[in-house]
């Protein structure tokens, strides 16, 4: 009896170990591979809000679309326009897509109203029928950014601080979503080291996630 035991947890244990060194050489793969897209976080509920027509608008509605989320405000001394000006380079490249999309959400909604962000990005010719200024609630904006796309803005009260950085701290990141509403990464577009870098990986998992579909990539993993 205790001879069969042992052997039975002797195969158990050669079993896990077979399957233990497959999972760590697909990681490996993974890891080596370019061309990986993980699955970060699933968005299981939208957002919704108004655009800067004052019309509602919810994440819902992007359901089998790829895009492109900034999050932002217009009164951003450093960054926010730089990284709407990579947004816009991203709208003219797949303005023929009516299959992707932009969303550029302020998280600062008590001052960036519709009207403001309308007049905002016309001043800049930005915005169109495919790419959204959102705005809305200020609560529910600035907590489920932090719930589902892991981005905080943190309002600062040094007066210095405010007048060289702004109001926010925040991250000058853009974020790519797939067709089913599934973050897949997350693009420093101006970093001074790799944002270039990471501009050409954007425009190209763009595109791999337009032709092969959401399906491209693999587990559930984290920022």
């Known amino acids: 009896m205790m001879r069969n035991t042992l052997l039975l947890c002797g195969i158990i244990m050669a079993l896990g ?5 497959n999972y ?8 080596q591979d370019s061309n990986y897209l993980p699955v970060i976080m699933r968005l299981d509920r939208p957002l919704e809000g108004l655009n800067q027509k004052g019309e509602a608008v919810s994440f819902s509605q992007l359901k089998g679309k790829v895009w492109i ?5 217009t009164r951003c001394p450093a960054g926010c326009a730089g990284v709407m000006g990579v947004m816009k380079e991203v709208q003219e490249e797949f303005a023929d897509r009516e299959d992707f999309h932009l969303v550029a959400l302020t998280l600062d909604p008590e001052k960036d109203t519709p009207e403001w962000m309308d007049q905002w990005a016309q001043d800049r010719e930005m915005g169109g029928d ?11 904006i600035r907590t489920y950014m932090g719930k589902y796309f892991r981005l905080v803005a943190n309002k600062r009260t040094d007066p210095a601080e405010i007048t060289t950085y702004g109001e926010w701290e925040h991250e000058f990141k853009l974020v790519l979503v797939d067709q089913t509403g599934a973050i897949r990464y ?19 998992d763009i595109n791999r996630l337009l032709e092969q ?8 993993g984290k920022k």
Do not use: S
Request: proline share 4%; no cysteine.
């Open 17 to 21: 170990l077979v399957v233990y060194w």
């Open 24 to 31: 760590v050489q697909t990681l490996n793969r993974q890891a």
């Open 69 to 73: 989320l900034a999050y932002v405000y």
């Open 130 to 140: 495919n790419w959204w200024f959102m705005t809305g609630d200020g609560k529910k």
């Open 186 to 204: 997350y693009y420093d577009v101006l970093n001074a080291t790799y944002g270039e870098d990471h501009r050409k990986k954007m425009i190209e």
């Open 213 to 220: 579909g959401p399906a491209l990539g693999g587990p559930h």
